[in-house]
């Protein structure tokens, strides 16, 4: 049973454009949200992260909105970068805990 | 400092044999999480180990199996493996349960 649906699948943006990825989570009980990128044939790096209490977080060019009643969340990157080319992870867990249950992920390719 | 490490960064093996991946822990991080990712596809869950006892299983067979040493080091262990087990083997650590995890590269397992 997938909990975490992260849509969409595939992302093409411009160069400086804004890229939005969204996620839906099923399990109410999960109150940890954070994001992940990924490079090909690297593990997957920490870019930011939320707890339910707040609606957004924000680092940089990368912020996070967080709606508990819908239960979904997203992830913004402003001002998009080539370099930024790259695949998105949500993900969440119980208890702020390290048991991380994984969206399906959004492959994000920015045009130079 | 050197982050996750993980061996060996590549295997092929044959279906019903056994394999061991190895995981080395960023320096002072106490808990391990590995993680299955299967190409195309967000990590799924397997182990947490925090000072050195399981904490949390993910729903996988019991072919599957792990451990962590004194050193805080870890193994996982698959036996009889199948074709549907490769994938990507992530090692993630942290200082404790509820903190930031950090992933290796992971060691890319293929099944012949």
Same mark, same amino acid.
């Given at each position: 049973?997938?909990?975490?649906?992260?849509?969409?699948?595939?992302?093409?943006?411009?160069?400086?454009?804004?890229?939005?990825?969204?996620?839906?989570?099923? +399990?109410?009980?999960?109150?940890?949200?954070?994001?992940?990128?990924?490079?090909?044939?690297?593990?997957?790096?920490?870019?930011?992260?939320?707890?339910?209490?707040?609606?957004?977080?924000?680092?940089?060019?990368?912020?996070?909105?967080? +709606?508990?009643?819908?239960?979904?969340?997203?992830?913004?990157?402003?001002?998009?970068?080539?370099?930024?080319?790259?695949?998105?992870?949500?993900?969440?867990?119980? +208890?702020?805990?390290?048991?991380?249950?994984?969206?399906?992920?959004?492959?994000?390719?920015?045009?130079? | 400092?050197?982050?996750?490490?993980?061996?060996?960064?590549?295997?092929?093996? &044959?279906?019903?044999?056994?394999?061991?991946?190895? #995981?080395?822990?960023? %320096?002072?991080?106490?808990?391990? %999480?590995?993680?299955?990712?299967?190409?195309?596809?967000?990590?799924? /869950?397997? /182990?947490?180990?925090?000072?050195?006892?399981?904490?949390?299983?993910?729903?996988?067979?019991?072919?599957? %199996?792990?451990?962590?040493?004194?050193?805080?080091?870890?193994?996982?262990?698959?036996?009889?493996?199948?074709?549907?087990?490769?994938?990507?083997?992530? #090692?993630?650590? %942290? /200082?404790?349960?509820? &903190?930031?995890?950090? /992933?290796?590269?992971? &060691?890319?397992?293929?099944?012949?």
């Amino acid at each position: 049973q997938q909990q975490v649906k992260q849509s969409p699948q595939s992302l093409i943006v411009q160069k400086g454009g804004i890229s939005i990825i969204n996620c839906a989570y099923e +399990n109410t009980a999960f109150d940890y949200f954070p994001w992940y990128q990924q490079f090909p044939g690297k593990g997957p790096a920490l870019l930011i992260a939320i707890r339910p209490d707040v609606s957004e977080k924000k680092e940089g060019r990368f912020t996070i909105s967080f +709606n508990k009643s819908a239960k979904q969340f997203s992830l913004h990157i402003m001002d998009s970068q080539p370099g930024d080319s790259a695949t998105y992870f949500c993900a969440a867990s119980l +208890n702020a805990g390290n048991m991380l249950t994984f969206g399906g992920g959004t492959r994000l390719m920015v045009k130079p | 400092d050197a982050g996750v490490t993980q061996s060996p960064t590549h295997l092929i093996k &044959t279906r019903g044999q056994h394999v061991t991946l190895r #995981c080395s822990p960023i %320096s002072g991080h106490k808990s391990v %999480s590995w993680y299955q990712q299967v190409l195309g596809q967000g990590p799924q /869950f397997i /182990f947490q180990y925090y000072e050195k006892e399981e904490r949390g299983r993910g729903n996988f067979p019991d072919r599957f %199996s792990a451990r962590q040493f004194p050193n805080y080091s870890s193994e996982l262990n698959v036996n009889a493996l199948l074709l549907g087990d490769s994938a990507l083997y992530l #090692c993630a650590s %942290s /200082f404790g349960t509820q &903190t930031p995890q950090h /992933f290796g590269d992971g &060691t890319r397992l293929s099944i012949l």
